[in-house]
């Protein structure tokens, strides 16, 4: 990936913004209550491409139990509702029949794969009640929580990556035309092709 692929940081009212000056994704709330109450939000927003109407839309998903005290210690678990308790993550999390981190699958971006018409701004929101990343790697690797990395290298880029928090938004804007990866690099199964097109590739999307 070259530097230009990098993108850019996208100029946003709230300024909560990214520690790395290439992170084509900057952090916004839907509104003053996301960030400052760490989760308060109550609206839902699904993950849709929606290339005609407003801004293309990934969620970042978990299903965490908020009744499991087991979360507390690393975060809590702000849904309202779930499903999941932590000793079920954590048997989620391997399999005998992989060499490296499967991860629960309801730690999840919706959709995982995007295509967007370059210039579009997507819209990032954590829908679920833990942390998470929205970072752009060169190649999906480990993330910064080594016990969630069982046979992976530690991507380059997600030690220095900036957590989302419950009911936030981030931005990605500025992406080249082509293939871009992006990870969580707290579950780093958690991952994300945006293919960036032409404008002029579909005519019907074309701002
Ligand atoms: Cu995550």
Redesign the pocket.
Known sequence: MTRSQAGRIAALTLAFTAACGKDPVSIAGRDASTITANGAATTSRAGNDDDEHGAPTIA?R?DCDPTDPAWAPTGGCLLRRGNVRQAEFNLELTSPLITSTVGHMA?RMDPTYLVVQAGRTVRVTNE?G????FTEVRQFGG?KVPPLNRGMAVAPECPGSVNVAPGATVEVDGLAVGNHHFQ?????W?RELIKVQERDQNSSAAM
Do not use: L, S, V
Not at 130 to 133: D, E, F, G, N, V
Not at 184 to 188: D, G, R
């Open positions: 970042m978990d730690w679920g833990r942390a998470h990343t993330g969580c690099c707290i579950h780093p958690m």
